[in-house]
Nanobody, 124 residues
Framework: QVQLTESGGGLVQAGDSLRLSCDAS????????MGWFRQAPGKERECVAVIRWSGDSTYYADYVRGRFTISRDKAKNTAYLQMNSLKPEDTAVYYCASRRPRLPLGSPEGFDSWGQGTQVTVSS
């Protein structure tokens, strides 16, 4: 079982940037899709971005496309989410997750390992 640990969250102002990291231990993630999800208070968890295990394909939710970038460093067994032009509506707990690459990239299903989450708060 892989353990995922997110970091990089914090309190920023609208328009600022943050980079979230997701460090994996216990298993190499080289053959797994990596995803970033978020959950705001009172709302359901939503899929923000996914990157294929090969790193050559990505998916973004419409509301972050052009502002967020997902990437991975296989040598470091780490995934990242670069978030630019942050908005107050981006405020949420952000989670990373992994899954075997058996589903379409944009599907939010199949993720079976999750981190504990990192809080991102964007003030107006």
């Amino acid at each position: 079982q892989v353990q995922l640990t997110e970091s990089g969250g914090g309190l920023v102002q609208a328009g600022d940037s943050l980079r979230l990291s997701c460090d994996a231990s216990g298993r190499t993630l080289g053959r797994y899709d990596m995803g970033w999800f978020r959950q705001a208070p009172g709302k359901e968890r939503e899929c923000v971005a996914v990157i294929r295990w090969s790193g050559d394909s990505t998916y973004y939710a419409d509301y972050v496309r052009g502002r967020f970038t997902i990437s991975r460093d296989k040598a470091k067994n780490t995934a990242y989410l670069q978030m630019n032009s942050l908005k107050p509506e981006d405020t949420a707990v952000y989670y990373c997750a992994s899954r075997r690459p058996r589903l379409p990239l944009g599907s939010p299903e199949g993720f079976d390992s999750w981190g504990q989450g990192t809080q991102v708060t964007v003030s107006s």
